[in-house]
């Protein structure tokens, strides 16, 4: 009868550990998906306002009428949000593999910047928040072709 009894607790424990598993893994995929920012700009109770868009290597295909064509390719990129009125940066997040990012900002002006490995130069977006909005933009980085 001992045996039972411990076949039953190990049931048990498997099942609490396999429901906390179930409760914990979604929460913490959340909150890797989303940027953390810190600093004058950040702001972590209201997260209704900020910056989100995707980072692009471009162009990718010969320049001559790349802008009338489809010549962008998404990239991952570590982005950095700046404040423009204190100067400090205020974000640091990585995209996903689709060059896609999310930051929740405070309204504001900010300084968005881009870092891919293998481009020249990604161009800084100035960007203005404003409150309860999310403002979407591209960051370019050059490929260098020409």
Do not use: N
């Amino acid at each position: 009868m001992f045996p039972r009894h411990r076949r039953i607790a190990r049931r048990r424990l498997t099942g609490a550990l396999l429901a906390l598993l179930a409760l914990t893994v979604p929460v913490a995929l959340a909150a890797c998906s989303q940027a953390v920012p810190d600093g004058p700009g950040s702001t972590s109770a209201d997260a209704r306002s900020g910056v989100k868009g995707v980072v692009v290597r471009w162009p990718t295909c010969p320049v001559e009428g790349a802008e009338s064509r489809d010549c962008g390719k998404a990239t991952e990129a570590t982005v950095r949000v700046r404040d423009r009125s204190s100067d400090t940066e205020v974000a640091t997040v990585r995209t996903g593999p689709d060059g896609r990012f999310r930051v929740p900002l405070r309204a504001g002006a900010y300084e968005v910047r881009a870092q891919v490995s293998g481009t020249a130069r990604c161009t800084p977006v100035d960007v203005t928040v404003a409150p309860g909005v999310y403002t979407e933009i591209t960051v370019r980085c050059d490929t260098g072709i020409r």
